[in-house]
């Protein structure tokens, strides 16, 4: 299983514009993944711009399809341009 938890600090005034983008992801990822078991983008309740993106897959096949599609290639991009500094990706292994 590959799992990785990604945080993102958005630029003031640019935070409908992110949230737009990752709920496309998200829903297109839902929808067109099977090997994706979670996908999930969350705000910070008190860190204004403050996001984690928490994504679950079935093995490295199921991520490199991910990081593959077409919509991840069209929605990436301006997603990052979205943010006021370089993103924190971590990657976890499943306990249980």
């Keep these: 299983m590959i799992i990785f938890v990604a945080t993102l600090h958005v630029k003031k005034g640019k935070e ?3 949230e737009s983008l ?6 297109l990822t839902h929808d067109s993944e099977p090997g994706t078991h979670v996908y999930d983008v ?3 309740r ?3 711009g403050v996001y984690v993106v928490y994504a679950r897959f079935k093995d490295q ?7 593959g599609t077409d919509f991840h290639s ?3 991009p301006p997603i990052l341009a979205c943010l006021d500094q370089d993103m924190d990706l971590q990657f976890y292994e499943f306990v249980g």
């Excluded at 990752?22 to 829903?27: A, G, W």
């Excluded at 096949?61 to 990081?67: E, I, T």
């Design 16 to 18: 409908k514009d992110f």
């Design 22 to 27: 990752q709920q496309e992801l998200s829903k």
């Design 42 to 44: 969350i705000r910070h």
């Design 46 to 48: 008190d860190r204004a």
């Design 61 to 67: 096949a199921a991520f490199d399809l991910h990081q």
């Design 74 to 76: 069209r929605l990436v």
